[in-house]
């Protein structure tokens, strides 16, 4: 089985859920400043794309990523984020899906195909909530909230691009890096 399993196909009537701003990390969020990591972790190549791991925004409790996927525009086919095809309800994901996740040193795991309505009360394990993209014809840069904080060993960032020709690829870094700026951050 494959870290990226497709997610179940959504009720179709089905209302996206959010956290509410009691319960989401943005709320206590809001008055901390994050210490920021500059990164630029490369997950996979090919001669046609290219996605990294570029930023990262670190907080007492979680962190923010950002992704960033570069490619050319001779595919002719429409790039999905994966919120974009999730609603779509198909058993199966189309290859333009761009899969993205992490995996803590203690192999529990998160995706950006997982459903939106968790929250860290309702996992088992980490949670990565998208948190705005923008892109245009060879570019796309996606921000995600993860929480927790890992645990101390290796953060595994993880890419799979059916589209590109990139299969399931892996790139780590010492979770320290995070945990450290994590004291770091400036909390009001």
Not at 108 to 137: C, F, Y
């Amino acid at each position: 089985m494959g870290f990226f399993d497709a997610p179940a196909p959504r009720d179709p009537n089905h209302q996206q859920g959010r956290w509410d701003t009691d319960e989401g990390p943005w709320q206590r969020w809001q008055t901390v400043l994050p210490e920021t990591v500059g990164l630029r972790l490369v997950i996979a190549r090919t001669a046609a794309a290219v996605v990294a791991v570029t930023g990262l925004q670190v907080f007492p409790d979680g962190f923010v990523m950002t992704f960033t996927a570069v490619w050319r525009p001779a595919v002719g086919r429409r790039i999905h984020r994966a919120a974009d095809a999730a609603w779509l309800g198909a058993a199966a994901l189309p290859e333009e899906v761009l899969r993205l996740g992490v995996q803590f040193a203690d192999d529990s795991k998160a995706t950006n195909l997982d459903d939106e309505r968790q929250t860290p009360a309702s996992s088992a394990g980490p949670v990565m909530i998208g948190d705005g993209a923008t892109g245009d014809s060879h570019r796309l840069e996606s921000r995600y909230c993860v929480l927790p904080l890992p645990p101390a060993g290796a953060l595994t960032f993880v890419c799979q691009w059916p589209v590109f020709g990139i299969p399931e690829t892996h790139a780590s870094l010492d979770a320290t890096l995070i945990r450290d700026a994590a004291t770091r951050a400036i909390g009001l």
